[in-house]
């Protein structure tokens, strides 16, 4: 009898509960009670950082920014989107950039010059983007005295490149020129830190690959065989390779960086990372390297909450 009075009450007050529940959505009326833990982020794009004019052309270069909406002037990262040296879809990897903006970051992520532009176009587009945030740094709400950068694959050559040359007057052309271009922190995800050797470690086809001159590399440098050039393997000239990669402007008295490499990275070797990280820490920079097992080159492990928390925690400790 027990047990049949309490299914009872337990079937009547589910019913009261459901009828309640029925009503409030017949009056239209709910009360939410919201606690705030997010802050505001606006977007701008479209923004025209840079105007390149030849006798031939006159190009834009944009950026879009998510700017959280704060009050005092917040740090800003610089995002340098990968793409083989042939593109630079500055909308890409919207995980990260969200993610380093609801921490507090302007972000900034860039189009650049790709291939067939030759070095040193893209640096120089780097550049212009820091000096052009630097300028509009009250406007943006920005500190322009903390400023980082971060890149995937060629994005991440371009920040390293970004990182190293810092105090190196020759890249800094266009606008702005009285804007230091410098940065403070530099990420690199599985990126490209000497040309000469992309593919070390991998097959021999794959070696011969990159000694083609029709390989993005060699095309960076070189250019595309025209008229009576032949084309240039990024192995024939050393020196004005080494002067177009990171390695070869490795110096003291550079920023902080993070390096992250997949181990199963099948395009770009660990290689690329290993020796950066080995020449950093000889030159007594504060540089971190981090291992993802099992990662390919952009591949989903990337998009991973712990790589995303792993450079957002960074950039905090670094910038903030």
Not at 126 to 137: D, F, N, P, Q, V
Not at 262 to 280: H, N, P
Request: charged share 20%.
């Amino acid at each position: 009898m027990k047990k049949t009075i309490i299914l009872f009450l337990s079937i009547f007050i589910n019913s009261i509960a459901f009828v309640s529940a029925q009503t409030v959505g017949q009056n239209g009326k709910e009360v939410m009670e919201v606690e705030i833990t997010n802050g505001h982020i606006d977007v701008v794009s479209g923004i025209v950082y840079s105007q390149i004019t030849t006798s031939r052309e006159n190009r834009t270069l944009k950026m879009t920014l998510l700017i959280p909406q704060t009050d005092e002037p917040k740090p800003a990262i610089v995002f340098c989107p990968g793409g083989g040296f042939t593109s630079a879809a500055n909308e890409r990897y919207i995980e990260m950039r969200m993610a380093l903006a609801e921490a507090g970051f302007v972000v900034a992520s860039i189009e650049y010059r790709t291939v067939p532009d030759k070095f040193p176009a893209l640096v120089i587009d780097g550049k212009s983007a820091i000096r052009y945030l630097r300028e509009h740094a009250e406007q943006f709400g920005i500190n322009p005295e903390k400023i980082g950068v971060i890149g995937d694959s060629a994005g991440g050559y371009l920040s390293q490149m970004l990182g190293v040359t810092g105090n190196e007057n020759e890249f800094d052309q266009g606008d702005f020129t009285d804007k230091r271009s410098d940065v403070q922190a530099v990420v690199t995800i599985y990126g490209i830190s000497n040309l000469l050797n992309i593919g070390e470690g991998y097959s021999k086809e794959i070696q011969e690959v990159h000694a083609s001159p029709a390989v993005t590399e060699a095309l960076l440098v070189h250019g595309p065989a025209f008229a009576s050039f032949k084309g240039s393997s990024i192995l024939s000239d050393t020196i004005k390779a080494m002067h177009a990669s990171p390695m070869g402007h490795i110096k003291k008295g550079l920023p902080p960086f993070l390096i992250m490499h997949g181990t199963a990275d099948k395009l770009v070797s660990q290689v690329q990372s290993d020796q950066l990280y080995e020449v950093l820490r000889k030159n007594g920079t504060d540089v971190q390297y981090v291992l993802v097992k099992n990662a390919g080159h952009a591949d989903i492990y990337w998009f991973q909450k712990p790589i995303i928390e792993k450079v957002v925690n960074w950039f905090t400790d670094k910038l903030k």
